[in-house]
């Protein structure tokens, strides 16, 4: 029994470090959870309102205090209502994320070779879909398509999409720095406010977005222009440059947020000027199939 007395007795010594470094874990988890999914805002909006509960009862504004309590119930159904489809993203990858799951990002040759294929396909007016996943798995999605296991290179990459096979107009998704699948089943967007100029692809490129912390490498059939969709945006018409550069820092950072690059998003639409010889393609006018 003495052994088992100071196995006790070194467990109540490090009893209250082991009980704050399990909390600021699940801290640090829910805030990155949270800032993955633009949920933050729910979290300031709440924010503000205790704020404001907690001035009224420190001044003992009474008629604010009623007020604010007759409201309590109504704007937590309210905010479960317009945050819906945050609240969603949030119980999808607590199901889904793995949060130990090692980094298996794919080396700077191996997404090198996958822009490359881009810039091949995209030369010959070619669509591309290719899915990075990072923490949250996305098996649902393989499995929708046919399972490769390959290595990463543009010739097979530009195999797949090049010609009208049957595994061309799905996606293909690289993980574990290996072609997983292709030929899979994206979800599409669900925001209203999409250009309609934007095509199947895009849809699903940002549905991809908006439903996981992948990033999705699009290519357009239509125009040839090579697009990111990452954190629920679509970055448009990029450079293989830019391309390569962004998918590094997305993926070396695992789907921390960054401040938007000065690219052509959604949120922030630009207008389309009359197009030019010298100039980058533009939007297409006609949906791509």
């Known amino acids: 029994m003495e052994w088992f007395q100071r196995l006790s007795h070194f467990y109540d010594l490090i009893r209250p470090v082991l009980d704050v470094a399990i909390l600021a874990f699940l801290l ?25 509960y907690g001035i009224a009862f420190l001044f003992k504004l009474t008629t604010l ?21 945050e609240l969603r993203k949030i119980f999808i ?24 294929a881009a ?36 010739s097979l990459i530009v195999a797949v999409f090049e010609f ?39 849809r699903a490129a940002l549905g991809m977005s908006e439903q996981s912390d992948a990033v999705v490498l699009v290519v357009s059939e239509e125009t040839g222009a090579i697009s990111l969709a990452y954190e629920s945006k679509l970055y448009y018409d990029l450079s293989p440059l830019e391309i390569t550069r962004k998918l590094k820092e997305l993926l070396d950072r695992g789907g921390r947020r960054e401040a938007a690059q000065p690219d052509i998003s959604l949120e922030t639409p ?11 393609p533009s939007l297409p006018v006609k949906e791509e199939v």
């Not at 009623?66 to 309210?78: D, E, K, R």
């Not at 798995?137 to 490769?148: A, F, M, Q, W, Y």
């Not at 799905?170 to 250009?195: H, K, T």
Request: glycine content about 8%; proline content about 7%; hydrophobic content about 45%.
């Open 65 to 85: 205090q009623w007020l604010l309590t007759m409201l309590a119930p109504g704007l937590f159904i309210a905010i479960a209502i317009v945050f819906q489809p």
């Open 270 to 280: 630009v207008p389309m000027p009359a197009p030019s010889p010298e100039a980058k």
């Open 164 to 202: 009208d096979g049957p595994l061309h107009d799905g996606a293909m998704i690289i993980q574990n720095s290996r072609i997983a699948a292709a030929g899979c089943f994206l979800p599409l967007s669900e925001q209203q406010d999409i250009r309609k100029s934007f095509g199947t692809r895009h």
């Open 28 to 52: 640090y988890k829910a805030y990155d959870l949270l800032v993955k999914t633009q949920a933050v805002q729910l979290v300031k909006g709440a924010g503000f309102l205790a704020l404001i």
């Open 119 to 154: 810039e091949i396909l995209s030369q010959q007016k070619r669509g591309m879909l290719v899915v990075f996943p990072r923490k949250i798995t996305v098996k649902n999605i393989i499995d929708t398509g046919t399972r490769l296991n390959a290595d990463i290179s543009s």
């Open 93 to 116: 990858r607590l199901g889904q994320g793995d949060l130990f799951r090692p980094d298996t990002k794919p080396r700077i040759g191996q997404l090198e070779a996958v822009v490359t």
